[in-house]
C-alpha cells in the first residue's frame, strides 16, 4: 500500500467517524468519563423533573430504568450518592467494547417530593 493510499483511507475513516458523530451524537457522550456525562443528564433531565418526567426521557432514548423506593444516605458507596434521597432510578445506559467491555450506568436521586435532586453516573470496565 502507497503512502497516498494511507492517507485516502485516514481521511475516508475520519470523515466516516465525523458522520457519525452527527448521526447518533447523543450516545456518543457515554464514551467520555462520568463527569460530562452527567452534565449532558442533567442537561436533558434538569434537576427539579419529576421521576415521570425522568422515567419518559429514558424510555424516549430507549432506556428501561428499574424504581427502587429506599432511602440512600449522602455518600453512599452502593448506590454511589453525594446527596442521596428518598428513592432512585437505576439507568442502564450503555454497554461498549471499545477494546474492554465497558457499561455506563446513571443513578437517578429524588428527593420525597419525588423530584430529581442529583444524577450520577457509574462506568464500570472489564478486566481482560
Known sequence: MTRRNRWIIAGLVTLAVIA?????????????NATPIERFLVSRTPLGSTQSEVLAWLKSEGVTASIHHTMVEPGSYYPE????????????????????????????????????????????????
Open 20 to 32: 457519525l458523530s452527527f448521526l447518533v451524537p447523543d450516545h456518543l457522550v457515554y464514551l467520555r
Open 81 to 128: 450518592a453525594r446527596i442521596g434521597g428518598q428513592s432512585y432510578l437505576h439507568a442502564p445506559l450503555d454497554r461498549y467494547a471499545l477494546p474492554l467491555h465497558t457499561s455506563v450506568v446513571a443513578f437517578y436521586f429524588f428527593d420525597a417530593n419525588n423530584t430529581l435532586a442529583e444524577i450520577n453516573v457509574v462506568k464500570t470496565t472489564d478486566a481482560l
